[in-house]
């Protein structure tokens, strides 16, 4: 059937969904109750996907719904939070196929599986294009979220995983793994938690390096020094930037790589490792943050000039039109 009605859409939809930890009530009821863990706090963001924006026709469903809750888990990661539950909105097209947006359902109760969180409700709604907007519900014990704020001088700047790929993700031709980081990201929750009492300021990586690196900054009032040639790149990353002028734009950059950059004094970097080895994930020391304020990049030794410093959403145009075709 390619069309179907409101609540027969959200029946559907919902289908995949299994219930989880301290829900009370949860989808079938005007509001979700929900029972936060004794001794802990909660923490909350959301973000939206729209197409044209975040993805393209060439994104499969399952990679739609995967990617919209995935982009929440980051921000939890970067908190040292653990998830525990989501709220849904989909605003859809009043024509489009019910069979592919089940599927979006289909990719969020995947990725909502993978990391151990329950969907408790949302919303669907008529809009001219689509979009998934979902809220994420943590915990984390009381007092011990990590901040973007917390950093002190001689921290080290720590990045997990590698950095470039999902920007090349969306040029026509990009590899299969380009392809999966750009359209299945992979909060780094594990790690999150570990950094809880080993870093002293965290944020998630999704708008470029050198942006978010700048946000935290400010938070915490102070500069970074950025060692460009230590940046972790995957080998088709390297191979893709080949005699470029700008070889490593896209690693500073290109945004949405939702990996985690961590402040952490060198008396903790052991720990940070040992964390990083039980969640099976790569840490790079990059750079050091500084009492002088600003943030240098530099490369042999000598200052790198980069043409922009990532994303924003409201001056920089959409996410696709980085690439050169349509994702």
């Not at 559907?12 to 299994?18: D, E, H, L």
Request: include cysteine; hydrophobic fraction near 45%.
């Amino acid at each position: 059937m390619a069309r179907a009605g409101e609540f027969e859409l959200i029946e559907r939809f919902t289908r995949p969904f299994t219930r989880g930890e301290g829900v009370r009530v949860g989808i079938g009821d005007d509001a979700a109750v929900l029972r936060p863990p004794p001794g802990e706090e909660l923490v909350a963001t959301v973000d939206a996907v729209v197409a044209g924006v975040h993805f393209g026709p060439r994104f499969t469903p399952e990679e739609i719904g995967w990617k919209s809750l995935a982009v929440n888990l980051s921000d939890l990661a970067a908190m040292g939070a653990r998830p525990l539950w989501a709220l849904v909105a989909l605003a859809t097209p009043p024509r489009a196929d019910a069979a592919r947006l089940v599927r979006i359902g289909r990719g969020i109760a995947a990725c909502a599986r993978r990391h151990g969180i329950a969907v408790v409700g949302g919303n669907v709604t008529a809009a001219p294009v689509l979009s998934v907007t979902v809220t994420v519900l943590g915990s984390v014990r009381t007092g011990r979220a990590l901040l973007r704020s917390g950093g002190r001088p001689g921290d080290l700047l720590v990045v997990t995983g590698t950095l470039g790929d999902a920007a090349l993700g969306l040029e026509p031709g990009a590899g299969p793994g380009p392809r999966a980081r750009q359209r299945r990201p992979r909060p780094r929750l594990a790690l999150g938690r570990g950094a809880v009492g080993v870093a002293t300021a965290a944020i998630d990586l999704s708008d470029g390096l050198l942006q978010d690196l700048g946000h935290l900054c400010r938070a915490s009032g102070l500069g970074a020094r950025l060692e460009a040639d230590r940046l972790p790149l995957t080998a088709a990353y390297r191979a893709a930037n080949r005699g470029s002028a700008t070889p490593l734009e896209g690693a500073l950059t290109g945004g949405e790589d939702y990996e985690l950059l961590l402040a952490v004094p060198p008396s903790r970097l052991g720990a940070l490792r040992r964390a990083a080895r039980e969640a099976r994930t790569r840490v790079t020391v990059v750079g050091a943050l500084e009492a002088r304020r600003g943030v240098r990049v530099v490369l042999g030794g000598r200052p790198l000039r980069t043409r922009r410093s990532g994303h924003d959403h409201l001056q920089g145009g959409h996410l696709l039109g980085r690439g050169r075709g349509r994702a």
